[in-house]
């Protein structure tokens, strides 16, 4: 077992382009997790997948932002016309289907954005 | 709505001194989950442990202990004998309830950073 991997780890951009960043979670794991952290600060959700479903967004999720799991596998997630502020730590997780409440999140290296 | 509390910002220690991170946390939820997850140098986000809010026992793991007090609404972690290596960001996390639709993500705390001098 790997773990989560994420792709790529840095990415330095100009404001106003497009970066998709790509999320592999742990095999076995049906539910996908995307998470911003900036310096300082705990994780902040944005969004969760189970399988390719996407169940939940967060209000930090702009329409800037769009991500997708399209076979219940990988996960991408892209933001359009990034802004300074889009700069953070874009993290992925995954964890377990079992029923019944949250269960421990695995999480990868994330992927840096910095926007100049 | 959740929200996770970590008012301890940054702790210094010297090697081989207990010390306890403090979590207190706000729901709304009669079944909930708490977690602690810790953040090394790397980056890396590291489970350490899952508790419902049904199971108000305290656990050990090796240097690790956990105590959860519902009436309090907190869920303190302790290292004893604290060691150089276990310098790293301390997120405590809340998570949702039971039930299919049941909200998944984590709301994390801000976190403790903890400083071990050799």
């Known amino acids: 077992d790997t773990g989560v991997s994420q792709n790529p780890r840095h990415k330095i951009t100009k404001r106003g382009q497009n970066v998709t960043f790509r999320c592999d979670p742990i095999?076995?794991?049906?539910?996908l997790y995307w998470y911003r952290q900036t310096l300082g600060q705990g994780p902040e959700f944005l969004t969760y997948?189970?399988?390719?479903?996407?169940?939940?967004k967060s209000r930090l999720l702009s329409d800037r932002f769009s991500a997708e799991r399209p076979k219940g596998s990988f996960s991408t997630l892209e933001i359009q016309r990034t802004e300074q502020g889009d700069s953070a730590m874009y993290l992925c997780?995954?964890?377990?289907?079992?029923?019944?409440?949250?269960?421990?999140?695995?999480f990868g290296p994330g992927t840096r954005l910095t926007v100049t | 709505a959740q929200k996770v509390t970590q008012a301890q910002t940054e702790i210094s220690v010297v090697e081989k001194e207990d010390v306890t991170l403090d979590c207190v946390y706000e729901?709304?939820?009669?079944?909930?989950?708490l977690f602690w997850y810790k953040q090394p140098p790397s980056g890396e986000l590291v489970f350490l442990i899952r508790?419902?809010?049904?199971?108000?026992q305290n656990e050990i793991s090796g240097r690790y202990s956990w105590n959860f007090q519902k009436s309090t609404s907190s869920f303190n972690f302790t290292i004893t004998a604290s060691q150089v290596v276990d310098s790293a960001v301390y997120f405590c996390?809340?998570?949702?309830?039971?039930?299919?639709?049941?909200?998944?993500?984590?709301?994390f705390g801000s976190g403790t950073r903890l400083q071990v001098q050799p």
């Open positions: 997780a995954s964890s377990p289907t079992r029923t019944g409440g949250s269960y421990e999140q695995y």
């Open positions: 095999s076995e794991h049906n539910r």
């Open positions: 997948f189970q399988n390719e479903a996407q169940l939940e």
């Open positions: 729901t709304r939820d009669t079944t909930y989950y």
């Open positions: 508790r419902n809010s049904f199971d108000e």
């Open positions: 996390a809340l998570g949702g309830s039971r039930g299919d639709t049941g909200r998944r993500a984590l709301t």
